[in-house]
């Protein structure tokens, strides 16, 4: 492993936790931080740190050039929405590159530009680099203990989920009682959450899982401390995420949450 690394970061904790992992083991990272999304805070835990707008692609490619980076990551979500608000301006490059790609699909528009460092020369890495403490093995994680109804209900959404992630719709599903709540679309993990226990109430189950042909270098699962105050919230019952392809955030403090809550989290 290099000990220089370029950080793409997107938002929530994804690309401070990458770069305190990095540090560790005395790699340096040098981030590039998108202003709509990244967390102020990463600046404490990289070498140096550039800012750009999500739509500004030539400005990203001009920086990696710049500091020689052969290898980088992307760590964290750019909203898919972003790159079609009104308010944020897209360079010639990415309007090129949303015009050259055959749909508008997150893996179509990220793979393009996946595609595009490899033409410059530059290594996209699996963005779990570092990582991989915080991605489970099966079983139950937390105190609650999984009862047959519960059981059912995470099989039950995990083929629909697999099966919206396979179409590269979403990755979260919600269901209670076997009857699909909601399906997560370009809103977002947590709106979905939110959209499901309008319709469910107390009890729902969140599951989440990879895409079946999941590419580890970007979009990968994620859930943390955030994610399980939130099914606190809503009164949930339990989440289940895919072992071993689905990233834990601040394991520990996770896990906490949610045995104090009483929510359930099951690695599938």
């Known amino acids: 492993m290099e000990n220089r690394i370029g950080l793409i970061a997107g938002n929530g904790r994804f690309p401070i936790l990458f770069a305190q992992e990095a540090k560790k083991i005395g790699v340096e990272v040098v981030a590039i931080a998108i202003k709509e ?58 309007k090129q590159l949303l015009n050259g790609v055959k749909d508008k699909k997150t893996d179509s528009i990220i793979g393009a530009i996946a595609d595009r460092l490899t033409e410059a020369g530059i290594k996209l890495l699996d963005s779990t680099t570092f990582l991989t403490d915080y991605m489970p093995d099966k079983g139950v994680l937390t ?70 042909d999941q590419d580890m270098r970007f979009d990968v699962p994620i859930i943390g401390p955030e994610t399980i105050k939130l099914l606190k919230k809503l009164k949930a019952s339990c989440i289940s995420i895919e072992a071993k392809k689905t990233l834990i955030m601040d394991k ?9 809550a009483g929510i359930g989290i099951v690695a599938s």
């Open 252 to 260: 520990e403090e996770t896990i906490q949450l949610a045995n104090e």
């Open 143 to 212: 105190q609650k203990s999984l009862d047959e109804k519960t059981a059912g209900d995470i099989e039950f959404g995990r083929q629909i989920a697999k099966s919206i992630a396979g179409l590269d719709i979403g990755q979260t599903v919600v269901v209670k009682d076997k009857v699909v709540l909601a399906v997560e679309s370009i809103e977002g993990t947590d709106e979905a959450i939110k959209r499901g226990a309008r319709y469910g109430k107390d009890g729902i189950v969140v599951v989440k899982v990879s895409k079946p």
């Open 37 to 94: 999304e990244t967390s102020n805070g990463l600046s404490g835990f990289v070498k140096k740190i550039y800012w750009l707008g999500a739509g500004e692609l030539g400005k990203l490619f001009q920086i990696l050039v710049q500091e020689k980076l052969s290898s980088v990551v992307m760590a964290g979500q750019v909203k898919h929405k972003s790159l079609f608000d009104e308010n944020i301006k897209l360079d010639n490059g990415m």
